[in-house]
T-cell receptor
Framework: AQKITQTQPGMFVQEKEAVTLDCTYD???????LFWYKQPSSGEMIFLIY??????QNATEGRYSLNFQKARKSANLVISASQLGDSAMYFC?????????????FGTGTRLTIIP | DAGVIQSPRHEVTEMGQEVTLRCKPI?????LFWYRQTMMRGLELLIY????????DSGMPEDRFSAKMPNASFSTLKIQPSEPRDSAVYFC?????????????FGPGTRLLVL
């Protein structure tokens, strides 16, 4: 079975500082995808960044980067130069294929609050 | 381009009533997913379709829940009869492509409250 663990229920970070949100995963599959989504207070789920299990380089999307350590099964999200608008829930997710069926498993999320 | 569209955005109903949630995926996407989000259970996949065909409905909680996708641009999730424990935010998501890295894009969600 697949499992995503986010150990930080909440974080407070000063504006303009960098922040790292932790995510570890567990799967026996060799091929999988890792995603981060942002959920602001308005409720929508916004895709941020993707990392494939065979990607050799860490993914980057603007201020977002994914610190992928395959041997440790971790996929931490790094946000550089945090902004007030970054305050939201952040979910790590993993996708695998089980007998042709797609399964996207989400972590419990981390609530990030940026302090002015 | 329009994203995933869901309606209604909010629904308040009484226990026992039928509830129908609607979703229009992104044009050209051939995968459609229904999720439910609650404080207790987080985000759960209920069912997903590929080319309008249900592929995996193992997450549907019970027979009171049903989902259909009559065409590539429309899907419904129906709860009949509704119960207070069905109160949650229901998300629809879609994606294109046949490979693992294709991203699921979520709609704004329908916030359901069953009294």
């Amino acid at each position: 079975a697949q499992k995503i663990t986010q150990t930080q229920p909440g974080m407070f970070v000063q504006e303009k500082e960098a922040v790292t949100l932790d995510c570890t995963y567990d799967t026996s599959d060799q091929s999988y995808g890792l995603f981060w989504y942002k959920q602001p207070s308005s409720g929508e789920m916004i895709f941020l960044i993707y990392q494939g299990s065979y990607d050799e380089q860490n993914a980057t999307e603007g201020r977002y980067s994914l610190n992928f350590q395959k041997a440790r099964k971790s996929a931490n999200l790094v946000i550089s130069a945090s902004q007030l608008g970054d305050s939201a829930m952040y979910f790590c997710a993993m996708r695998v294929l089980n007998f042709g069926n797609e399964k996207l498993t989400f972590g419990t999320g981390t609530r990030l609050t940026i302090i002015p | 381009d329009a994203g995933v569209i869901q309606s209604p955005r909010h629904e308040v109903t009484e226990m026992g009533q039928e509830v129908t949630l609607r979703c229009k995926p992104i044009s050209g996407h051939d995968y459609l997913f229904w999720y439910r989000q609650t404080m207790m259970r987080g985000l759960e996949l209920l069912i997903y379709f590929n080319n309008n065909v249900p592929i995996d409905d193992s997450g549907m909680p019970e027979d009171r829940f049903s989902a259909k996708m009559p065409n590539a641009s429309f899907s419904t999730l129906k709860i009949q009869p509704s119960e207070p424990r069905d109160s949650a935010v229901y998300f629809c998501a879609s994606r294109g492509g046949q490979i693992l890295r294709e991203t699921q894009y979520f709609g704004p969600g329908t916030r359901l409250l069953v009294l």
